[in-house]
């Protein structure tokens, strides 16, 4: 109960992020960005998406294809760069599909 799970950071590392980017980052904040590139994963755009949602209160671009952030009444700020996993995998099907591979 070291309050991680299989393939998470743990949370004395999370809390060190946390407090680098309040202590750090937030303090050299330029007001006249219009938003920040997030992380690659859906891992750490978990981790970061609550951070900018509370402190920047401005867009999260990021790669992570969680179909979670895909609800815009949780994560209001998270503009997506690709498809959520669910279209990708129908995506694929329906390509296996057309060219009678499935």
């Known amino acids: 109960a070291n309050g991680t799970s299989a393939g998470a950071?743990?949370?004395?590392?999370?809390?060190?992020?946390?407090?680098?980017?309040?202590?750090e980052t937030l303090d050299q904040y330029?007001?006249?960005a219009i938003?920040?590139?997030?992380?690659t994963t859906t891992d750490g755009a978990t981790q970061i998406d609550p951070v900018v949602e509370r402190y920047i209160g401005q867009p999260l671009i990021s790669l992570a294809t969680a179909a979670e952030f895909s609800n815009k009444?949780?994560?209001?700020?998270?503009?997506?760069?690709?498809?959520?996993?669910?279209?990708?995998?129908?995506?694929?099907?329906?390509?296996?599909?057309?060219?009678?591979w499935l």
């Open 35 to 39: 938003g920040s590139l997030g992380p």
């Open 9 to 23: 950071v743990p949370l004395r590392d999370r809390r060190f992020v946390l407090q680098r980017l309040t202590k």
């Open 73 to 100: 009444r949780e994560h209001p700020y998270f503009l997506r760069m690709v498809p959520p996993d669910d279209r990708q995998t129908a995506f694929l099907a329906a390509v296996l599909h057309h060219y009678g």
């Open 30 to 32: 330029d007001p006249l």
